[in-house]
């Protein structure tokens, strides 16, 4: 049997509000053959030359860390406000009301490493965006900013012109 | 070199509050080598015939994710409320004032698998303790608590009784 990752997404309705369709990775996460498979995919779509790989808190410290010890790479949390213990930089990104902010340990990057951005759905590139610009505050290069699912009908990609991208699912 | 895990964790005092040193693991994390060398460590503490592996959120996602396909199992992410969008188990467990609870989707386990819960931190015992509920009210069978850092003045493995805990590191 050919392994469609998409057989593995389960689509939520009303979450987390109503008339949003979610994208759920429970499935997949909780079948080892689909994590495997789905790991072995995603390293397909990114470069292999990566010095640290960030995880967006937190649906994207799953396959960050995995991507992380594949590419033989340093693996980094960004989070929300007041979870990281030591100093951060940090970066606003707007939300449908009002503006949320992001966090990355100020020596979580070193200048002039490569970068390979990881979260597990691209909506409307806010987050992205704002943890692009984090490692660039550190001297870091970002080299891709990769996805396991895009939803193209939120035209993310607009906020991350100029970047890498990759998605191993497009909706 | 000797690897020495404990040369990678940083003391950050008095977070997340005034009289605590937090045990900062981002350093081990973002060093390629040594987040190859603390799983490959982790490994050795575990069974290797385990179904499930579930990872505490958020710090428990890390380690949770590689454990699982280090041993070719599912993983399971346990999270707060509100944050998994299907179905749930929930948990309450006490906090220092007041309770909190945590959530497990009611299909992430099936009946009779072999469950491994892992997390970052073994503290007083609390939230590990409510996720082998969680895993009991499933029908999964608890095989170890596994955990990369033990704070063995706080007594958390009192609450753990009758179930098989490892920690890589005790303080």
Redesign the interface.
């Known amino acids: 049997m050919v392994f469609k990752i998409e057989n593995y997404i ?1 689509d ?1 309705k009303d ?2 509000k109503e008339g949003i369709v ?1 994208k ?1 990775i ?2 997949l ?4 053959d689909a ?2 498979k789905t ?1 072995e995919e995603l390293l397909k779509l990114v470069p292999s030359d990566i010095d ?1 790989v960030i995880g967006i ?2 649906r994207g ?3 960050g ?2 991507l ?2 594949h590419l ?6 960004v ?1 929300k406000p ?5 100093k951060t930089f940090e970066e606003s990104y707007a939300l449908e009301y009002g503006t949320d902010k992001l966090c990355m ?1 100020i ?2 990057i070193k200048k002039g490493e490569s970068v390979l951005i990881h979260d597990d759905v691209l909506a409307t590139g806010g987050t992205a965006q704002a943890v692009a610009k984090l490692v660039e505050k550190a001297g870091g290069e970002v080299v891709m900013l990769n996805f396991l699912i895009e939803l193209s009908f939120l035209n993310g990609k607009d906020k991350l012109e100029g970047y890498q991208t990759s998605s191993l699912l497009t909706y």
């Open positions: 389960r939520v979450f987390p979610f759920d429970t499935p996460l909780a079948d080892a994590l495997q790991t640290k808190e937190a410290f799953f396959f860390s995995l992380a010890t033989n790479a340093g693996f980094v949390p989070r007041g979870k990281l213990p030591y340990h020596d979580a």
